[in-house]
């Protein structure tokens, strides 16, 4: 953080001398010391992974999911706090529903992702609220669109995506998929990739204990969003395994 700044950060109203709104800067900080979540876009499929740092050996497993059913055929993942993310997420339901009452019809992505992140962007707007301390991945298919992927930041930049990522092990995720090509996969080799990319990235020494979790929604899931599901699941957290035992064995030779 620069030492310019000081002073500059009592408010989300507020830019600094070099143009920053460090209240989005301490917002983004809040998203990196989260687990690492990822969403990839196949063919016909998008799946949304999440390492999920357990805090505490009491809780139960489903405990503080990261991921969450909006509609349908939307999923959506989060990056940073838990209860920012219970919160956006019950604001996306909420558009959701009204939509599917004025509309009769499943509400489009696009339309949902400018939603949410109009509601993030208002909250770096005024000194009486502070910015989202949250990263949200948004996923879907269906038959007229197909899969998609979109990013939301905690200033409420939103971008439609191939692949993206959040979380402490963001920049490391990035160069694990820069090596493939999802765009071609089908729905049990972006399920491998997935459950590869997350095991890679974890940090065993800072983080020892993880949960894998992963939403899907696809045309082989009826265009229905599934979270944990068992099949799915125990192929990408059998790949991932297989992936970081392979890479254990590279580094003790």
Request: glycine share 8%; net charge negative.
């Amino acid at each position: 953080m620069s030492t310019i700044g000081t002073g500059y950060d009592l408010s989300a109203s507020q830019f600094s001398p070099d143009g920053r709104v460090f209240q989005i800067d301490y917002a983004s900080k809040a998203v990196e010391r989260s687990g690492t979540v990822i969403g990839i876009r196949g063919k016909d499929c998008v799946v949304l992974a999440v390492e999920k740092i357990i805090a505490d050996q009491l809780y139960e497993p489903d405990a503080a999911s990261r991921i969450f059913t909006i509609e349908k055929n939307i999923g959506m993942a989060i990056a940073g706090l838990m209860a920012d993310g219970n919160y956006v997420a019950d604001i996306a339901r909420q558009e959701a529903a009204n939509f599917r009452q004025q509309f009769e019809r499943t509400i489009p992505l696009k339309y949902l992702c400018d939603r949410v992140s109009g509601y993030l962007h208002a909250y770096t707007l005024y000194s009486a609220v502070r910015p989202f301390g949250l990263s949200v991945l948004l996923a879907s298919w269906d038959e007229a669109d197909g899969a998609q992927l979109y990013k939301i930041e905690p200033s409420g930049t939103s971008f439609g995506y191939y692949a993206c990522a959040s979380g402490k092990a963001k920049q490391q995720a990035k160069t694990e998929m820069e090596k493939f090509k999802f765009a071609d996969m089908n729905t049990d080799e972006l399920v491998r990739s997935g459950g590869k990319i997350i095991y890679q990235v974890h940090d065993e020494l800072k983080d020892k204990d993880f949960r894998f979790e992963m939403g899907i929604v696809g045309k082989e899931t009826n265009g229905v969003h599934l979270i944990n599901d068992a099949s799915w699941s125990q192929l990408a957290i059998e790949a991932g395994e297989a992936a970081k035992n392979a890479d254990d064995s590279e580094n003790e030779i």
